[in-house]
C-alpha cells in the first residue's frame, strides 16, 4: 500500500506545480500530452485505491454531477464595492480625505494601484489549507456557493502551501481569500468562436461569460471552458494573521500558490497619478479585461481607522478611464420584443472590437432615442460600452453620410405575432399588448419562476427554452400538466433533475394569491402592490370582479395601476390561464390570518438602506400586519435586520451583535412562510 500511496502523492504534487507553472506563471515545462499522461495515471491509481483519493486531487477540478441549485452563503464579512473616480482632480479629492481622516500625516501616504480587472468578484475560504467554500459577491451580505464550479478553475489551488505568518500559518485554522474571476481576451475569443461553430448564441463580453459559467448548474461547463483567478485580499489579515500591509498580504497569497494581481507602489497621490497616466495605454497589453485601476492605502491599520461608508471603503478607490469608442457601419435597424411586449429598436452592426469584446449588435433604447440621433440604415455611427454590458450607439456622424438615407420609422404591428402596437400617453415605449405574442414567453416563463415569484427551483433560461423548442409550454399555466416523461429527453435534463424540477413545480402551487399576482405579469403590479391587492380583495375572483374605482379604494393603488390590472382581468385568454391555473391545484386565495398568528409576532425589525421593492411606509406597514414591531436601531433585542441598496452602519452593528440579516426576498419568503429562518 505504500508504494501506490507514495506514487499518487508525487503525482498530485507534480500536477499542482505544472498547473501553476501554466496557468499562473505562463512558462510551462512540458508538452500537453506529457502532462495528461500524468493526469491518466493518478486517475488510474485513484479508481484502484478509492481510499488513498485526497479532497485536495488535482482530479477533482473535473465536473461533475449536475447541481440541484446554489445555496446562499452569508459573507463572515460584506463584501462591499468601490466609489469610482473619473479624472486627477478627484484622485487628488480623495487623498485629501484619507489625509483628514487620518489627521494630515507629515508624510506622503503609501498606496497600492492595481489594475481594475473586469470579472466576477468571489470570496475563497480554506480550512487548514484545504479549498472548502467559494462564494459569488450576491448582495454583498451573502452570496452563492459556487465552490464547484471555482474546483474546475486550473489556476486554483485546491490545497494552500505552507506560508508563515505573524499568526500562525497558511495551513491553520481558516483562511479566507478574496479574488476576482475572469476570462482573457483569448479564452473569450475562442469560447465564442465554439458556440457560434456548435450554433449557440455567443457572448456579449468577458464579464458576462464569466458570471454565466461560474452560475452554471452543470460544472461540466465551467470545467470546459478557460476561466481565471487572481487573489488580491485576504479577510481579517491583520487582525487573524497579522499581516501589516497590502503589499504583504499580495506576497502572503503568491507564497500560499494563489495566482494574485500585479501592483505598483506609490508614495503620495503624484506618484499614483504617474502610474494612472502610465496605465491608460499599458492596460490594452494585459491579457484581460481591465476597466480602471484600484488605489489602495496599503497600510492596515490605517485602513482599520478610515473605516467604511455603508457600500464601500474609504481606504481605496477606483479610477475608471473613459469608455473606448469605435466607429463602425449601421446596417439594419431591428425591433426586438420585450417579456412586458415593450418593443426595442436595436443596431446590427458591422462587427467592431471595443472595450474588450467584439460588438455587432447596440442599443437605440426606443423611438424618440432613434430621432434624437437621427441615425438611419447605412450610417457611420460611433459605439461605446461606457461600463453598459450592451453596447449602445452615441452618436451619428453625419459628415460620412451618403445621399439621402430614409428616416427609420417603427413598425405598426408586432415584429413577433403581427398584432397592434400600442404607445400610452407620456410614454416612450412601444407595446405589443398580446400576451400570447411568442416572443413575450420565453420572459414570462421566467419571471414567472423567479424566486420572487413563484420561485420553481431549476426552471432557468435553459430549460425553459428547451420547453419552448419542444413546444410543451406555450404559457405559464402550461408548467402545471408537464410530467417527468416529458421532461427527461430535453439536452441535459436527467431523471433525478427532471424529477426535482416537478417537485419544485407542484410545491409551487401553495405560493399564494400575492406571489401568483406578481409572477403573472401584471404591467406596474410589482410585490407590494401584489400584495396589497392579494390582502384587501383575499381571492382572485374578487379582484376580477372589482372595478377601477373599487381597485383605486385599496391603499397605493392609483389609477394608472388599476387601469392595468382591469385591462389585464378583463382579458378573456387571461382569465383562461387564470382558470387553468385553478384547476391545477394552484392557490389563488390569499390565506387571511390575525396578526395574533403572524409570523413576526413577538419579533423587533429594523430596516436600513434603499428598498427596491417596499417603500419605507409600505414595509413598517407590513412588519405590523405580520405582528411585528418596526424600531428604529439595533440592539440585543433586535430579531432581524431587513438590509436594503447601500445599507448603513445598521449593518456592522447588526454583524457584531449576530442580528439575523435579511434581504427585502428573504424577509417576503418569511412574511409568506417560504423560510424558516430565525433570529437569535
Not at 223 to 247: C, F, K, M, N, W
Not at 285 to 302: A, C, S, T
Not at 442 to 464: N, P, T, Y
Not at 592 to 607: E, F, H, N, Q
Amino acid at each position: 500500500m505504500k508504494q501506490p500511496a507514495a506514487e499518487m502523492e508525487r503525482l498530485r504534487e507534480e500536477i499542482r506545480r505544472h498547473d501553476r507553472l501554466y496557468h499562473v506563471e505562463a512558462a510551462p515545462e512540458i508538452k500537453d500530452r506529457e502532462y495528461d499522461r500524468l493526469v491518466t495515471r493518478l486517475i488510474e491509481l485513484e479508481a484502484t485505491h478509492p481510499e488513498l483519493v485526497t479532497p485536495d486531487s488535482p482530479t477533482r477540478k473535473v465536473g461533475g454531477a449536475p447541481l440541484p441549485g446554489f445555496k446562499s452563503v452569508r459573507h463572515a464579512r460584506s463584501m462591499q464595492s468601490l466609489d469610482n473616480t473619473y479624472n486627477e482632480a478627484e484622485l487628488c479629492a480623495f487623498d485629501e480625505r484619507v489625509r483628514k481622516v487620518l489627521g494630515d500625516p507629515p508624510d506622503p501616504i503609501r498606496y497600492l494601484v492595481e489594475p481594475k480587472i473586469d470579472g466576477v468578484a468571489v470570496n475563497l475560504a480554506f480550512e487548514d489549507g484545504i479549498f472548502t467554500l467559494g462564494t459569488t459577491r450576491g448582495d454583498g451580505v451573502s452570496g452563492d456557493d459556487i465552490t464547484q464550479n471555482l474546483r474546475t478553475i486550473r489556476a486554483l489551488p485546491l490545497k494552500l502551501k505552507k506560508v508563515p505568518l505573524p499568526v500562525g500559518d497558511t495551513t491553520i485554522g481558516r483562511f479566507e481569500a478574496r479574488g476576482e474571476a475572469y476570462l482573457t481576451r483569448e479564452g473569450f475569443s475562442a469560447m465564442n468562436a465554439r458556440a457560434e461553430a456548435e450554433g449557440e448564441r455567443s457572448f456579449v463580453n468577458p464579464r458576462n461569460a464569466t458570471a454565466g459559467t461560474l452560475k452554471s448548474l452543470d460544472p461540466s461547463i465551467p470545467a470546459s471552458r478557460p476561466l481565471r483567478i487572481l487573489t488580491y485580499h485576504v479577510v481579517d489579515a491583520r487582525e487573524r494573521h497579522g499581516v501589516r500591509r497590502q503589499s504583504e498580504i499580495l506576497e502572503v497569497l503568491r507564497k500560499a500558490g494563489l495566482p494574485v494581481n500585479r501592483a505598483e507602489s506609490a508614495s503620495g497621490i503624484e506618484a499614483v497619478i504617474e502610474i494612472v497616466r502610465t496605465w491608460e495605454s499599458r492596460r490594452f497589453e494585459l491579457p484581460f479585461e481591465v476597466d480602471g485601476l484600484v488605489i489602495k492605502v496599503d497600510e492596515l491599520l490605517q485602513q482599520e481607522d478610515l473605516g467604511s461608508t455603508s457600500k464601500a471603503p474609504r481606504w481605496a478607490i477606483a479610477f475608471k478611464y473613459p469608455a473606448e469608442e469605435a466607429i463602425t457601419r449601421l446596417e439594419r435597424i431591428v425591433c426586438q420584443v420585450g417579456r412586458t411586449g415593450v418593443v426595442t429598436p436595436v443596431a446590427h452592426l458591422t462587427p467592431v472590437f471595443v472595450s474588450g469584446s467584439t460588438v455587432g449588435r447596440a442599443t437605440l433604447h426606443n423611438a424618440d432615442e432613434v430621432e434624437r440621433l437621427d441615425v438611419r440604415e447605412g450610417d457611420w455611427v460611433a459605439v461605446e460600452k461606457g461600463g453598459e454590458v450592451i453596447p449602445k450607439v452615441t452618436r451619428v456622424l453625419l459628415d460620412r453620410r451618403e445621399g439621402e438615407l430614409p428616416k427609420f420609422r417603427m413598425p405598426e404591428t408586432c415584429p413577433s405575432c403581427d398584432g397592434p402596437l400600442v404607445r400610452e400617453e407620456g410614454e416612450v415605449a412601444w407595446r405589443c399588448i398580446r400576451l400570447d405574442c411568442p416572443a413575450q414567453v420565453e420572459g414570462r416563463l421566467l419571471h414567472f419562476a423567479g424566486r420572487g415569484a413563484m420561485k420553481i427551483e431549476g426552471l432557468g433560461e435553459k430549460i425553459v427554452a428547451a420547453l419552448l423548442a419542444a413546444k410543451l409550454v406555450h404559457d405559464v399555466a402550461d408548467l402545471y400538466d408537464l410530467t417527468v416523461d416529458q421532461l427527461v429527453p430535453l439536452g441535459r435534463m436527467g431523471e433525478k433533475s427532471a424529477t426535482n424540477l416537478m417537485a419544485s413545480i407542484e410545491e409551487s402551487k401553495t405560493r399564494g394569491l400575492s406571489r401568483l399576482l406578481f409572477a403573472i405579469g401584471i404591467r406596474q403590479v410589482g410585490t407590494r402592490a401584489a400584495d396589497l391587492l392579494a390582502r384587501h380583495f383575499g381571492s382572485i375572483g374578487a379582484l376580477i370582479a372589482a372595478d377601477e374605482g373599487a381597485l383605486t379604494d385599496v391603499e397605493e393603488i392609483g389609477p394608472k395601476v388599476a387601469h392595468e390590472i382591469r385591462r389585464f382581468v378583463s382579458d378573456e385568454r387571461n382569465r383562461t390561464i387564470f382558470d387553468r391555473l385553478r384547476q391545477a391545484g394552484v392557490v389563488m386565495e390569499e390565506a387571511r390570518r390575525s396578526v395574533a398568528d403572524g409570523p413576526l409576532v413577538g419579533k423587533t425589525i429594523v430596516v436600513t438602506g434603499r428598498l427596491t421593492r417596499f417603500t419605507r411606509a409600505g414595509i413598517q406597514e407590513a412588519i405590523a400586519s405580520n405582528g411585528g414591531r418596526a424600531a428604529d436601531s439595533i440592539s440585543k433585542k433586535t430579531d432581524y435586520l431587513v438590509v436594503g441598496e447601500e445599507a448603513g452602519s445598521k449593518l456592522a452593528r447588526a454583524e457584531s451583535l449576530k442580528v439575523a440579516i435579511l434581504t427585502e426576498l428573504e424577509f417576503l419568503d418569511l412574511i409568506s412562510g417560504q423560510t424558516g429562518k430565525s433570529g437569535n
